[in-house]
């Protein structure tokens, strides 16, 4: 089975600041991964994903994410962030083409200005 | 392409009263899950359906709830009777391309 942990639930930073906002996957199988943003009282909205190829993934809006296996990580960054960043962010993993997306808790993030 | 449909959008109803959730898919694709979202558990996974057919249905919390399909343009999903505890935001989602993930806005449901 296949798991996903984001261990911050909360991020404050100062606008224009870089920021990570990190997750960590655990599955016996290979992956694929996924950023998704929730705006107050809306549904998500994919940010990038990863699939194969190349590990350092570009998604909208500025940010990125590096999937490394040996770590089982697949952590979010963004090197200035803007008040319009203020989002829950949700890493998530699926096994395998069109299977089920298992999501982590998120990570509340708050720029600051 | 209009995106994945929810109705409604919100639903106060009273404990012990049935609850169904209505959501109509993007069309040409097979696979529609169906996700709770509270403050206190996060996103949950219900169920999922391909090609109509429940595949899993292991989130399901408890009998009361009930999910189908029965066509490609449209899933229900019911809660009898329904508690306080079920208070939360239930979200449908389909993929839209390339192991894309398109979600719904939402049913917000407040049991009182």
């Known amino acids: 089975a296949q798991s996903v942990t984001q261990l911050d639930s909360q991020v404050p930073v100062f606008e224009e600041a870089p920021v990570e906002l990190r997750c960590n996957y655990s599955s016996s199988v290979s992956v694929y991964l996924f950023w998704y943003v929730q705006y107050p009282n809306q549904g998500l909205q994919l940010l990038l994903k990863y699939l194969s190829g190349s590990t350092l993934v570009k998604g909208i809006n500025g940010f990125e994410a590096e999937f490394n296996k040996s770590q089982t990580s697949f952590h979010l960054r963004k090197p200035s962030v803007h008040i319009s960043d203020t989002a829950e962010y949700f890493c998530?993993?699926?096994?395998?083409?069109?299977?089920?997306?298992?999501f982590g808790p998120g990570t509340s993030l708050s720029v600051i200005p | 392409d209009a995106g994945v449909i929810q109705s409604p959008r919100h639903e106060v109803t009273e404990m012990g009263q049935e609850v169904t959730l209505r959501c109509k898919p993007i069309s040409g694709h097979n696979s529609l899950f169906w996700y709770r979202q509270t403050m206190m558990r996060g996103l949950e996974l219900l169920i999922y359906?391909?090609?109509?057919?429940?595949?899993?249905d292991s989130g399901m919390p408890e009998d009361r709830f009930s999910a189908k399909m029965p066509n490609a343009s449209f899933s229900t999903l019911k809660i009898q009777p329904s508690e306080p505890r079920d208070s939360a935001v239930y979200f449908c989602?389909?993929?839209?391309?390339?192991?894309?993930?398109?979600f719904g806005a939402g049913s917000r449901l407040t049991v009182l």
């Open positions: 989602a389909g993929f839209s391309g390339a192991n894309v993930l398109t």
């Open positions: 359906f391909n090609n109509n057919v429940p595949i899993d």
């Open positions: 998530a993993v699926s096994g395998t083409s069109y299977d089920k997306v298992i």
